[in-house]
């Protein structure tokens, strides 16, 4: 039996059991199974739907198990069983269940029990519905809910308050967009949109920049308008922090934590006699930021170095940059929808060592800056220690710099911006942008 649900059982198992990371065990185990374009879609989202509300699962099948799991698969199986039958509407709960059935005894071991385990157990959840824990205890409640981690919600609601944390939990469980930036100048715009309806894709623009559009589904990587470089895969909120900069076209820039080279090749676009050197503390990554650069043409802009950005003194001379993007490594929390897995991952100490990494990386380079140039700091995260709070405790720090408010894209000028997961499934985003003095 090889469908979507032995797909998804098989990297569910060793998603949860073995820790593996979700999207490359799944792409594995898509290579192995070769299935149909509509089971590989089931096996993706019950895999990605099942990770991203466990907490909630867990929560229906607590009262139901009453005896120790001894086999490996159960837990998955029944966490992936249960994600069907609520969330999958169009999928009879009876088929739901056969399948389950179906797999648990293909992998009992002789006389285990575990078949019959299974088909109790979700049978007493078809009898059971959904529960949810009392209104009144707010973190609790969205924790099970929205199946986010009750630290989190708890971090949410001091922040941000109980509406936008609502809006944040509910939209960081919707799917991301297929968002794509167009890399040509806007006259050309027109022609982009065009060669994409012939290839059957329909699209929106996105709300917070004119170069990007949504796309109706995936598959643009195999266009030619992808492989000739007209467009490339970018979330339309991380797009901005490269609008940020005011290009003159010559200058020297800095990309201290370049891969995959996203923003690379967006900095290298804006420049003609101008190069970007592309920093990655991963050797084996700046190999992605080498191939966008030459997909999109601007190979002879993009020079990539293996180096820690803390250590940027040690090879580079002061003044030696007209402009400097830190993008920089951070808790992701404004990318929970792409990777369902990191809610369970960080925690508020991550938060806090994260921001002394983000503040030595800005205090390592802010010395290579010419007098007059431009930083731009941004993460995709939503964590104000990481976010307005790093840049805070640099600015006390070198009064040399100085914050300058920033309009990019369609949206209003700011001091500095913040992008919550928004509503046509972009990420959410931080960008502040400072000046050296002088
Ligand atoms: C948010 S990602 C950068 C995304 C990239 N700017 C883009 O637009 O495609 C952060 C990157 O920083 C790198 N990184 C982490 N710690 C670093 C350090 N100390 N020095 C330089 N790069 C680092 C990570 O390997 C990761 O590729």
């Known amino acids: 039996?090889?469908?979507?649900?032995?797909?998804?059982?098989?990297?569910?198992?060793?998603?949860?059991?073995?820790?593996?990371?979700?999207?490359?065990?799944?792409n594995n185990e898509l290579i192995k199974h070769d299935l149909k374009p509509a089971d590989k879609a089931l096996a993706t989202r019950i895999v990605y739907g099942t990770i991203q509300y466990k907490i909630f699962l867990e929560y229906q099948l607590k009262p139901l198990i009453k005896t120790k799991l001894?086999?490996?698969?159960?837990?998955?199986?029944?966490?992936?069983?249960?994600?069907?039958?609520?969330?999958?509407?169009?999928?009879?709960?009876?088929?739901?269940?056969?399948?389950?059935?179906?797999?648990a005894k293909k992998y009992s071991k002789r006389n285990s029990g575990s078949y019959k385990l299974i088909n109790g157990i979700l049978r007493a959840l078809e009898r059971q519905g959904e529960i949810l824990p009392p209104t009144n205890d707010l973190v609790e409640y969205l924790s099970i809910k929205e199946s986010f981690p009750k630290w989190l919600v708890e971090y949410l609601l001091d922040h941000f308050g109980e509406n936008k944390t609502k809006e944040i939990l509910v939209r960081s469980n919707q799917p991301a967009a297929n968002s794509i930036r167009m890399t040509t100048k806007e006259s050309d715009f027109e022609e982009i949109k065009e060669e994409l309806k012939k290839d059957n894709f329909s699209f929106e623009e996105s709300s917070l920049t004119p170069h990007n559009l949504n796309l109706n589904k995936g598959g643009v990587a195999q266009t030619a308008l992808f492989k000739n470089g007209k467009i490339t895969i970018q979330d339309a909120a991380a797009s901005l922090a490269v609008d940020a900069f005011d290009f003159k076209g010559s200058e020297q820039v800095l990309d201290a934590c370049s891969a995959p080279g996203g923003k690379t090749v967006q900095i290298a676009e804006n420049l003609t006699t101008g190069s970007v050197i592309a920093l990655d503390i991963h050797e084996n990554k700046l190999r992605l930021v080498?191939?966008?650069?030459?997909?999109?043409?601007?190979?002879?802009?993009?020079?990539?170095?293996?180096?820690?950005?803390?250590?940027t003194k040690e090879y580079f001379n002061q003044g030696q940059f007209d402009k400097i993007l830190v993008d920089a490594p951070c808790s992701g929390l404004g990318l929970i929808r792409r990777k369902p897995e990191i809610r369970y991952e960080k925690s508020l100490n991550d938060i806090k060592n994260l921001a002394k990494i983000q503040l030595a990386i800005l205090e390592s380079v802010s010395g290579l800056l010419a007098n007059g140039g431009e930083l731009v700091y941004s993460t995709c995260t939503i964590s104000y220690e990481e976010d307005e709070g790093v840049v805070k405790q640099f600015l006390k720090l070198h009064p040399d710099f100085e914050l300058i408010p920033v309009q990019v894209?369609?949206?209003?000028?700011q001091e500095m911006v913040r992008i919550f997961p928004s509503s046509d499934g972009s990420d959410g985003f931080f960008i502040a942008k400072l000046k050296k003095r002088g």
């Open 1 to 26: 039996m090889s469908n979507a649900r032995t797909v998804a059982l098989e990297t569910l198992i060793k998603v949860f059991n073995q820790k593996s990371y979700s999207n490359i065990a799944l």
């Open 409 to 413: 894209g369609k949206l209003p000028k």
């Open 290 to 311: 080498r191939n966008a650069a030459e997909r999109l043409h601007v190979s002879d802009k993009v020079k990539t170095k293996a180096l820690d950005a803390r250590k």
């Open 70 to 103: 001894r086999d490996s698969f159960l837990k998955p199986l029944l966490l992936m069983s249960a994600y069907q039958y609520f969330f999958l509407e169009k999928v009879p709960a009876n088929a739901i269940f056969d399948e389950a059935n179906k797999l």
